[in-house]
């Protein structure tokens, strides 16, 4: 039986040579929370056998994160470090590569006040605006991965022990990730491949809609003519290839801006900046959200609904096959990164 710790080296490994794609001399810069230092330690010697010139962590706590939210004053949440915003703005003209890991408790925010929740998005979104267009543009290599922490855990494991919780959570990223086969990255590589035939097939047929019906959804998503399906695979702009999302199951396009009408229920919650969104459903006219409904997380769902113009509008349709190793899990992770890959799923705003 393989242990966890070369489980847990193989997922680094993972991360250094299929997610970022490591080069030699490159810089890799990792966000990470306190709690995954141990994977954060395995992916840093990983990068530098592969020729990384630096690894350069920049550490977070949701402890720290829960406290400020709790008793800082309202302004804290109007304005965010422009020290922070040109420093990752430099690394990533200077072309590093950039490692983001998740895992935080999805109920983290679950008392704070939504208007803060939103006022500090709002805020480092407009800060990382210069940053965020190396990542939307694919400019850079980047990809997010997952460590979990005991509130995830006990979240997802909810009448396990915290050591229990935890252990069946990384079982469940592991096979989620392919960890668990021979050679993961090469299995990786056969499963790029695959995306990449069904992305080549959808660019044939070119359709001009998709519909979608299912309990509580009756919706048609009208395609741009000039649409193109991408696969979970990108290249940088110096002809790296990278994998954004790992996992990632999903081949997706984009919608054209006032071809969207009817409705749509979710089948999974949304974690949004430490926030659950559950039970939700969203009703388009000429391509905008023009009534919403959410059994929980109401208020933060309108705050990110109002966030600016292009929030109301879809930005990305993505298909996924309905058997995966995600799916086969048959877990609710209560994380974006996993549940978005184990169905079909639309994101809104800039995608």
Same mark, same amino acid.
């Given at each position: 039986?393989t242990?966890?710790q070369?489980?847990l080296?193989?997922?680094a490994e ?15 810069v990792?966000r990470?929370?306190?709690n995954?230092?141990d994977?954060?330690r395995?992916v840093?010697?990983?990068a530098?056998e592969?020729?990384?010139k630096?690894?350069?962590v920049?550490w977070s ?7 400020k939210y ?6 804290a949440?109007?304005?965010f470090?422009?020290?922070v915003?040109?420093?990752?703005e ?6 590093a590569?950039?490692l983001?890991?998740?895992g935080s408790n999805p ?8 208007e ?10 407009? !800060?990382?605006?210069g940053f965020r267009?190396?990542?939307m ?16 855990a006990k ?6 022990s915290e050591?229990h919780?935890?252990?069946k959570?990384?079982e469940?990223i592991?096979?989620?990730t ?9 299995a990786?590589q056969?499963?790029l ?7 080549? !097939?959808l660019?044939d047929?070119h ?6 019906t ?7 998503i009208?395609?741009?003519e ?11 702009k110096d002809g790296v290839s990278f994998v954004a999302n790992?996992?990632t199951?999903e081949?997706?396009t ?6 969207v009408?009817?409705?749509v229920?979710?089948?999974?919650p949304l974690?949004y ?7 939700f459903?969203?009703?388009?006219k000429d391509?905008?959200?023009i009534d919403f409904?959410?059994?929980e ?5 309108k705050r990110l609904l109002?966030t600016?113009?292009?929030a ?6 993505a298909l996924v ?6 799916s086969?899990?048959n877990i ?17 705003g800039?995608?």
């Open positions: 039986m242990s966890f070369d489980k080296e193989k997922y993972l991360a250094v040579k299929v997610g970022i794609n490591i080069q030699p001399g490159q810089t890799l990792v990470t929370p306190l995954a230092a994977y954060v395995a840093a010697k990983k530098y592969a020729g990384a630096n690894v350069h920049e706590d949701e402890e720290l994160t829960k406290t709790e008793l800082a004053p309202d302004e949440f109007h304005e470090p422009q020290w915003a040109k420093g990752y430099e690394m990533a003209e200077n072309g590569a950039f983001s890991i998740t109920d983290l925010l679950k008392d704070a006040d939504p803060r929740v939103s006022n500090a998005n709002k805020a480092s979104g407009k !800060a990382m605006e267009s190396y990542i543009s694919d400019k850079i290599s980047w990809s997010i991965v997952a460590v979990p922490s005991v509130g995830w979240k997802v494991f909810p009448n396990e050591e919780a935890v252990e959570l990384w469940a592991f096979a989620a392919r960890i668990n086969e021979e050679d993961p990255v090469s990786w056969e499963h491949t695959a995306l990449d035939d069904k992305m080549k !097939a660019n047929k359709y001009h809609a998709l519909h979608y299912s309990e509580g959804t009756d919706l048609v009208e395609l741009p000039t649409h193109l399906w991408v696969s979970g695979g990108s290249v940088n790992m996992p199951e081949v997706f984009s919608a054209k801006k006032t071809g009408n009817g409705t229920s979710s089948t999974k974690n900046g430490g926030t659950l969104i559950n039970n459903s969203l009703t388009f391509g905008k959200v409904k959410a059994e997380g109401y208020e933060t769902l109002d600016d113009e292009g109301r509008y879809i930005g990305e349709v096959p309905h058997q995966s190793p995600i086969d899990t609710l992770f209560y994380n974006t990164l996993f549940d978005e890959n184990a169905s079909n799923h639309l994101a809104i800039s995608a």
